[in-house]
């Protein structure tokens, strides 16, 4: 069922134009995760998906987030923005302070290439917590 809607997203062309069509698609792709892990969906112009990567892979409380990384591999998909998202698998999407402060990095860092960040949205089984929604961006 992930493969056909990956599939349909790229194939259609559907936008994330929205927090919510993000954490739809997030929800089937990262609930239930027993580790944490660090997703990217690499978007065009028109935040239309090009790609999705798990970057990084961690423990059941942490990951850890290499800024180097993501500039490198959204430079390679020749990405207009990211959506960053990763998961918590205790179910509390509370975002820590190593959350909030690898975020604002990231941001920065890609803003030196151009590269927009619209959101980074934490996946806590059902629940899913938006950056953006909280002004934390």
């Known amino acids: 069922a992930l493969t056909l809607l990956d599939r349909h997203l790229r194939e259609t062309g559907v936008a994330f134009t929205s927090t919510q069509a993000a954490r739809d698609w997030l929800k089937l792709k990262m609930a239930g995760l027993e580790r944490e892990e660090f997703m990217v969906l690499y978007l065009n112009q028109q935040n239309q998906l090009i790609a999705?990567?798990?970057?990084?892979?961690?423990?059941?409380?942490?990951?850890?987030?290499h800024p180097r990384e993501v500039v490198k591999r959204a430079l390679y998909f020749n990405a207009a923005a990211v959506i960053l998202a990763h998961n918590h698998p205790s179910g509390d999407t509370t975002p820590s302070l190593a959350d909030k402060t690898i975020t604002q990095r990231l941001v920065q860092a890609l803003q030196l290439v151009d590269i927009r960040v619209p959101d980074h949205l934490i996946v806590g089984g059902a629940q899913i917590l938006s950056f953006a929604e909280h002004g934390l961006l």
């Open 52 to 65: 999705h990567e798990i970057l990084f892979a961690g423990s059941i409380s942490s990951t850890e987030v």
